[in-house]
């Protein structure tokens, strides 16, 4: 296996094609027990869809300003600046063309119901107001609603930035700290994606033969975060 | 009272009210808290120099002229909306205040602006078109601290000029009546049309039409319980058989056995037949109710007859004859064994022997032809009494299963009525729902037309030049209120 599949010089041998390797092992079990092969498929669409991000905040505060810098940022940074603390494999699903979907919610809008914040990452956008240490109200009671995986907040003007309590810090938009920041809880994110895949993998009844197959996928990635090995 | 002066009161007490109370030079300030309310209500009570009017500013109360602050940092949300209808309810005139137009300046400032104005139309059309007038506090308090002929420039500049002049031309049309009528009378209108618009959209007889549509497609039917009837008679059928075979085989065995007298065996068979007999009518009583309905209380099985009484017949004779003939060979063969009688003892002896063969023989063939007798009669009564018990339980099955299906007709029946009854009520439930809906619908367009001969839909036709903003002139500088015109 792997002959066929060798990426970039820079990424190791063990690393690459995670998705072709999950795809062969659901192919596998597939052939052994079918009831078993379709949840395995099923878990791999689970793990394998994109990381999603919502970019949250009321109208006219420069939620598409954050976007567009997102969309650069968040690729670099997880090229560069995060690829020592991050598994190479985590880093190539995020960097496929799937790999992180972000979308853009409005929050407090008139005669619309506002938008459930449960992406597995939340940036919300705040904007500087008159009284720079202030927050709207409609602002706060969503950032408390919210129940996403990982929020970030951050202003999009360079103005003075409002205080959202101790556990929240709210970054600049210009501030390296923001875009790593959002890279590490998208990676968080899909680390933890790995993990339940992993879980899932382990739960999954199979025939003797199959059960032999998934237990030796999950023995070679002891951790769920570093792939599945056939 | 009018008619007008009457709906309006109904509609729209705060306005009714407005229109009741004096004009007054109060402005109510409302806004989300951090846009710099207080701030700004400084610089307007310090920007003033026009005293004839007498502005004041007040946080809450009810005041016909109404200032909306809001911030240049976001569009207008629910939040604001929500601050502004609990505002301004009694309200004639609203002015919208863009605060900290310094923190986004040009192009951003002009956006958010032309959004506010926009949702501020759609949200409250009755207001006419709300001016939302750019202004920044920091900077006319700077002007302020300049002071002079810079400091009324640099004050037009900030906006706090043009947005004093907008609420004093907003107060001064407030003192005007007709101006606050029509106000009023559009505000109303606006109620009334929302109103007739939630009735029209609002359908309340979405539940029972579903009730309706659900009884009428349900099965008008009597589940019969005649399988039941069935099973029960054939097990009922099945036990008489069992007990009826167990009868039988007890009775041949105490007639072989000769255990029993062959007389005593008739009132035997009557006892055991009665008890087989009161076992079933147990039965069918513990399964099918006490007694039938329809009077069909005859005895279980059939009575037992007598026995055939014995009858001297042909094989008697024939007995008879035999004996004799076998007794006297008997008596023959004694007296010439003996040999030294003489002839008239012998003939005696002989004579002796035949009658009590003759009499034994013909006894024991009578006891077993009426053993055999006894034996068939009882056998014919068993099948006798098994027709009858068969007969009766059928009968019984047969009554049961009419009764049940009677009852379940009649159940049907009363069913069916029930659910017509039901139907009947729920169609009266909708007509009464679309009769009340629609006469509320024309209460409201009765109203409507006594407010007065306006288009439908044409709000604020009489506040529409209020919120307009006369240029105002500061030392002779003509100063545009349109900022990046």
């Known amino acids: 296996m792997g002959d066929g599949d060798v990426g970039d010089g820079d990424v190791g041998d063990g690393d690459v094609g995670d998705g072709d390797r999950r795809r062969r092992l659901a192919a596998t079990v597939d052939g052994l027990d079918p009831v078993a092969g379709r949840a395995v498929h099923d878990a791999i669409a689970r793990a394998e869809g994109p990381v999603r991000v919502q970019i949250a905040g009321r109208a006219g505060t420069g939620r598409s300003t954050v976007r567009e810098h997102l969309e650069v940022s968040v690729r670099e940074h997880l090229e560069t600046s995060v690829r020592e603390h991050l598994e190479t494999s985590v880093r190539e699903s995020l960097l496929s063309s799937a790999g992180v979907h972000l979308s853009v919610v409005t929050v407090d809008a008139p005669d619309v119901p506002d938008p459930v914040l449960d992406a597995d990452v939340v940036v919300y956008v705040l904007p500087t107001r008159p009284d720079a240490s202030s927050v709207h109200p409609a602002d706060r009671a969503a950032v408390v609603a919210a129940n996403p995986g990982c929020i970030v907040a951050v202003v999009a003007g360079g103005g003075a930035r409002p205080d959202l309590g101790p556990t929240l810090p709210v970054h600049a938009l210009d501030d390296p700290r923001f875009d790593a920041a959002v890279a590490e809880c998208i990676a968080g994110a899909h680390r933890r994606r790995l993990d339940v895949f992993a879980r899932t993998l382990a739960e999954i009844p199979a025939s003797p033969a199959a059960r032999d197959v998934l237990e030796a996928a999950l023995d070679d990635a002891p951790t769920g975060t570093s792939g599945v090995h056939p | ?485």
């Open chain 2, 1 to 485: 009272m009018t008619g007008v002066d009457d709906v309006l009161r109904r509609w729209n007490p705060h306005g009714w009210r407005r229109l009741h109370t004096p004009p007054s030079a109060t402005v109510r300030v409302v806004g989300v808290p951090g846009t710099g309310l207080g701030s700004l209500i400084t610089e307007l009570e310090e920007a003033g120099d026009d005293t004839s009017i007498g502005l004041r500013f007040v946080r809450d109360g009810d005041c016909a002229v109404v200032l909306l602050v809001t911030d240049v940092s976001a569009v207008l949300g629910r939040t604001e909306f929500g601050v502004l209808d609990g505002a301004a309810r009694g309200a004639v005139v609203v002015v919208c205040a863009l605060t900290a137009v310094d923190l986004r300046p040009g192009q951003q400032e002009q956006v958010i602006r032309d959004r506010d104005a926009e949702l501020l139309h759609r949200h409250a059309p009755w207001f006419g078109r709300i001016d939302v007038l750019p202004v920044s506090a920091h900077a006319a308090a700077h002007a302020r601290r300049l002071g002079g002929d810079v400091g009324r420039v640099l004050a037009v500049e900030s906006g706090i000029v043009d947005l004093r002049a907008a609420l004093c031309a907003a107060v001064t049309a407030t003192q005007s009546a007709r101006v606050v009528r029509a106000a009023v009378l559009a505000r109303t209108r606006a109620m009334i049309l929302d109103e007739i618009r939630s009735l029209r959209t609002v359908d309340d007889t979405v539940d029972p039409r579903t009730e309706r549509l659900r009884l009428s497609s349900a099965r008008v039917g009597a589940q019969r319980a005649r399988s039941e009837v069935s099973h029960a008679r054939t097990e009922i059928l099945h036990d008489a058989t069992v007990r009826l075979r167990a009868v039988a085989s007890r009775m041949s065995e105490s007639l072989d056995g000769g255990v029993i007298a062959p007389d005593d065996i008739p009132g035997l068979l009557a006892a055991e037949l009665g008890d087989v007999a009161a076992a079933v009518a147990d039965a069918a009583a513990q399964r099918w109710g006490p007694t039938s309905a329809s009077g069909l209380d005859e005895p279980v099985g059939a009575p037992v007859p007598d026995p055939p009484e014995r009858a001297g017949v042909f094989e008697d004779r024939f007995a008879l004859v035999l004996g004799v003939s076998a007794g006297a060979g008997l008596g023959k063969l004694l007296s010439t064994s003996i040999g030294w009688l003489p002839v008239a003892p012998a003939f005696a002896l002989s004579v002796a022997c035949g009658g009590v063969a003759a009499w034994w023989l013909v006894r024991m063939r009578r006891q077993l032809a009426h053993r055999d007798r006894i034996r068939r009669w009882v056998s014919d009564e068993i099948a006798v009494f098994r027709a009858a018990l068969d007969r009766w339980i059928r009968a019984r099955a047969f009554d049961v299963d009419d009764r049940l299906g009677r009852a379940a007709d009649e159940r049907g029946r009363e069913r069916a009525a029930a659910l017509v009854d039901r139907i009947a009520e729920i169609d009266e439930e909708i007509r009464r729902r679309d009769g009340v809906r629609r006469a509320r619908i024309a209460a409201c367009e009765r109203d409507l037309a006594t407010l007065g001969p306006f288009g439908t839909g044409t709000f604020g036709a009489g506040t529409e030049p209020i919120g307009r903003v006369p240029r105002p002139s500061v030392d002779g500088f003509e100063v545009s209120t349109d900022r990046n015109g």
